[in-house]
Structures are given as C-alpha cells and as structure tokens.
C-alpha cells in the first residue's frame, strides 16, 4: 500500500508486504523488499536497498544506504552508504532505556 500522495520512482523495485505513509519519495533504482513500513514524509535516497524493516516519521535515507532487519526511529538521517543490520535507532531514548 503506497499513499496517494508518495512517489517512488518507476526505476524503483518494491516487492510486498510494503507500507508506505504520506509525502514519501522514493528514488531511483531503490529497493523495498518487505516487509517494510515507512512512515510519513520518507525520503529514500536512490540506489538504497531496504529490507525487513520500520521507519517511523520523517527519515532520510542516503544514497546506496542498506538497511535491514532494523527500526529507525522519527527524525533521524541515514548517511549515504550506511549498513545498518539488525539497528534500533533512537536518539531521543534516554541511555537506560529498555531494561536491564
């Protein structure tokens, strides 16, 4: 499901379950291959491979970046190039957090 108001590039090889919120933009030569949930205002970069993976609110994702099996939390920038495996990102989580 891709909300009317996204765009993915017609280069771009999604292969489902994939989610995809408002005011996305999904480049050139990208691939999704689910499942993937992003949230709104997404911006994946062209050439990025994503896989098995969340990403909440307002994330950009660089160029080439791959990602998979992981959870990136709103607001934050993937750089270009960046392996992320098995992530959870969450810059706003205090140090503790999770348990012990």
Not at 36 to 61: F, M, Q, Y
Not at 78 to 88: C, D, F, P, Q, S
Not at 91 to 98: E, K, L
């Amino acid at each position: 499901m891709i909300d009317p108001s996204s765009t993915v590039d017609p280069s771009a090889n999604l292969t489902p379950p994939v989610l995809v919120g408002t005011g996305c933009r999904i480049g050139r030569k990208t691939t999704l291959k689910g499942p993937v949930i992003l949230g709104n205002g997404c911006i994946i970069g062209d050439g990025a491979r994503l896989e098995n993976s969340i990403l909440w609110d307002n994330i950009t994702v660089g160029r080439t970046a791959y990602i998979t099996n992981s959870i990136i939390a709103s607001g934050d920038n993937i750089k270009e190039k960046a392996r992320l495996i098995g992530e959870t990102i969450n810059h706003d989580a205090p140090a503790d957090a999770g348990g012990k």
